[in-house]
């Protein structure tokens, strides 16, 4: 099978495991509601969850990281060289900044939900959990993964605009604004609290951007 053979089954394929792993955390987690939580409780349903908890978080992670070798795949299929190029940094970078947010959930939170139960200094691992929340979760991962996202998009609905239909480029161009607006939630005077505008945009642009990925993957097994 060619790499445009691959690529269709990837764009089916990339939305259903993100999504399958982001509620199945909902069910077993409350995620990610239960980030509004004190740090403490946060942790003690993490320790509840065991280690079925923690490889369902693996499982997330590697879903954001499967986005890589589509970005990658996808970049075969844009006609301009440069934008090809400019294609492929940007979704490599999109999927690893989203990978290495989460994968603080599979390594860092399960050693800090021991210290909690081991009667360790509550204020030090509420500081240390909220340190890495603030940078690998909210800056890593959202910030920097909504913005290169967002790029990405844009960047490959123009690229592949003489491939796919014209209102499918149009569709990748709105959702990606929505992805780059979102990524200012915790940014300037948003920082303490979030922008609950960005807050109602990410979750539906990602759930528009999910359907958009198979809308697209479904066309080029149309195509072929």
């Known amino acids: 099978m060619t790499a445009h053979g691959i690529l269709p089954y990837l764009l089916l394929a990339l939305p259903v495991l993100f999504n399958a792993a982001f509620i199945a955390l909902g069910v077993r987690f409350s995620y990610p509601g239960i980030l509004r939580e004190p740090t403490s409780v946060i942790l003690s349903r993490f320790a509840a969850g065991g280690s079925r908890l923690v490889l369902l978080w693996w499982g997330f992670a590697m879903s954001a990281l499967l986005f890589i070798p589509v970005a990658t795949l996808g970049s075969t299929i844009v006609a301009d060289p440069t ?97 780059l607006v979102g990524s200012l939630e915790f940014v300037g005077p948003f920082e303490r609290r979030g922008w609950k505008v960005a807050g109602i945009l990410i979750p539906v642009a990602y759930t528009l951007w999910s359907l958009w990925l198979m809308v697209l993957g479904v066309l080029l097994l149309l195509a072929g």
């Open 83 to 179: 934008l090809a190029i400019l294609t492929l940094v940007v979704g490599v970078v999109a999927g690893l900044v989203q990978g290495l947010g989460l994968i603080r959930w599979v390594f860092l939170v399960p050693f800090l939900a021991r210290a909690q139960a081991e009667g360790h200094d509550e204020k030090t691992i509420d500081l240390v959990f909220q340190s890495f929340h603030r940078y690998l979760g909210v800056a890593v991962g959202e910030h920097f993964g909504y913005l290169a996202t967002g790029a990405w998009t844009v960047l490959f609905a123009v690229g592949t605009s003489g491939i796919f239909p014209s209102w499918a480029a149009v569709g990748g161009i709105v959702i990606a604004v929505m992805l």
